[in-house]
Each structure stands twice: as C-alpha cells, then as structure tokens.
C-alpha cells in the first residue's frame, strides 16, 4: 500500500514471510542465499566468464546515436511509475547503481510492497550495491522478466550497457 504518494517507510511495508521465502528462492538462482533475514551475496555464476555479444553491445559499438534514444525511453517508462511516489529519474546508472530505485521500481511495477529489512534502504558500501542490485534481479526473475546476462555488479558499477540490458 502507498502512503500519502511518498516513497518512505511507511511505503514500503512489511512483507509475508512466504512472499520474502519466494523471493528467497528466487534469489537463489540469482547468485543470492536468503538466511531467513537478510539476502546475502554468493559468487556469481558469470565470475570471469565473458558474455555472448548481444543486442546492445551491438547498439553502443555501431549505433551510439540511438544509444541516447533507447536511454530517454527507459528514462520515460522509469519515471512514469517512480513519479507516482515522487521520485524522477533523470541519470540512470548513477541513480540505479545502490539498488534501492531497482528495488522501489520492482515494488511498484509488481505492486507488491517489499520490506525495508529485505534489502540495505541506505547502502554504505559497493557490496551493499551490489546486493540490492541482485535482490531487484531476483524480484525481477521472480515477475517472470528475463533478466540472464544482467550483473548485478556491472549495474553497480554504473555500466550504462548494464542499466540498459
């Protein structure tokens, strides 16, 4: 439920426990362990693999132009659900870098409210990042999007190809 149109707190109430344990399993195919409180990070399967290159590797290496066009139609789909609690996106590898967006934009497109204590609401380190990061994927997973290829930690890094994928 959303309180008063704001992102706070109060938005983003407390969760089921089976919600969070189905989210938990999806994390778990997410490179993620869930431990009945906190997600937790484990190595990814992608460490030191290198990727296929997809459609946008493609894009950013022979048409940047349209790179800033495919970028301000996710600016536009981003903002037209984060504007209901207030927030605009206007740069987002710097704005979804922490994970916190990611998880907020989640919550509002599956309009399920995610506990606070489910992911780091003020992350204080790269790890912290990177862990909200792959918490949203594994929601993401979970709503049935395919997000294979996406890393957390590139998303984290402020990869724009990643923030895009």
């Known amino acids: 439920r959303r309180v008063h149109g704001r992102l706070d707190g109060d938005a983003l109430v407390a969760r089921s426990q089976a919600a969070l344990a189905g989210a938990a399993s999806s994390a778990a195919q997410c490179s993620l362990s869930y431990d009945g409180d906190t997600f937790f990070e484990r190595s990814e399967p992608d460490d030191g693999v290198e990727r296929e290159p997809d459609v946008f590797d493609k894009l950013f290496s022979s048409e940047p132009a349209k790179v800033e066009?495919?970028?301000?139609?996710?600016?536009?789909f981003v903002n037209q659900h984060l504007e209901q609690v207030g927030i605009v996106v206007t740069n987002p590898p710097d704005e979804f870098c922490d994970g916190?967006?990611?998880v907020a934009l989640v919550s509002l497109l599956e309009r399920k409210h995610i506990a606070l204590d489910a992911y780091n609401a003020s992350p204080q380190s790269s790890d912290d990042a990177v862990t909200n990061v792959r918490f949203a994927l594994a929601r993401m997973r979970e709503a049935g999007l395919d997000v294979v290829g996406c890393r957390a930690r590139d998303i984290a890094a402020r990869d724009p190809k990643a923030i895009l994928r």
């Open 69 to 76: 066009v495919v970028t301000q139609s996710l600016v536009r």
């Open 100 to 102: 916190v967006l990611l």
